[in-house]
């Protein structure tokens, strides 16, 4: 599978509904790693992260 640049994953991110000041896990939509990737809103920042070795999925970006 490709490796997607920082800005194509932060627009799949994006659509994931995370509340503010939590913290959610999902399946990667990257790597299709089962429950890797973490994704939080926290101090208004969209932070993610995936668990799995082999993924590139990470960042962090300032919302609202």
């Not at 627009?11 to 939590?22: E, L």
């Amino acid at each position: 599978m490709p490796k997607k640049n920082y800005k194509d994953q932060l627009s799949i991110i994006q659509r994931f509904k995370v509340p503010s000041g939590t913290t959610r896990r999902f399946n990667c939509p990257f790597c299709k790693g089962y429950n890797t990737l973490s994704v939080g809103n926290n101090d208004g920042f969209l932070w993610y992260h995936c668990f799995k070795n082999s993924c590139d999925a990470t960042g962090k970006q300032k919302i609202g």
